[in-house]
């Protein structure tokens, strides 16, 4: 039964239409163009208001104004619509620093969890961590179990049966994720990085836990990139998954939560 808490506590230690154009002003028609209503130099006639940019309906042999215009208008090559800049493909690279960033963001969280551990059972309960190496599972009943890590070991306790068993930090799965500033390529193994509209899973290996090797999956939201969920398979291959809400990175946690009584 210890894969199940051990699984859990993994990733305890980290902590989330175009526009339209004015129309235009016409330009007088040059003098070739309009019509004399006379042959004395008398002054131009109201019929030769055309030339003010409003042509007389139906005047056959009169050049329309807009399409000498059209070609000459600069307002729709100078202000189209301007099409929104699209934001930069999140690839592998990106997406750890990204992961890294969510870590470093904030030394403290508070957060509720469900986990399904690897008999298909569900537990929920509240998770609280403080880092480095603080950090505290509190399942909610029916579950009798309780994890907490002080910093320099981690209890995993029994409520119902009154045992505890004690561990290093640094046999646990993501221990590493203790230390003050994480960085997830040098910490660990990334063996991969899938993105998709989901969710964004980086997979990881760490070959220095307790039995052996485990491997997990950090996954986080597409969008605020907070992490969602992590999945542990421990060196026994027993899966844990972890699923996070209600995510809060300002909030202390109370420093008695954190103390393992001998």
Known sequence: MKHTPLAALALAFALVAPAVAEEPKKEPAPAAEAKPAATTPAPAPADAKPAEGKPAKGKKGAKPAPAAAKNADPVQLANPAAPAEQPKPLNREEAIKRANAFFNASPVMTADFVQIGADGK??????????????RFEYAQPATMEVVADGAQVAIRDRKLGTQDLYFI??????????????????VTVQDVQIDDSGVTIFIED?????G??????????????????????PQGYETLITLFNIDQTKTPDAALFKITK
């Open 122 to 135: 569900r537990s929920e309960g509240k998770l609280h961590v403080q880092r480095a190496g603080r950090v």
């Open 170 to 187: 640094n046999q646990t799965p993501l221990k590493f994720l203790m230390k003050e500033k994480i960085d997830l390529e040098k910490d």
């Open 213 to 234: 090797t485990s491997h997990l999956k950090l996954i986080f939201d597409p969008k605020t990139f907070k992490l969602k969920q992590w999945q542990v398979k421990d």
């Open 207 to 211: 070959k220095a836990t307790f039995g």
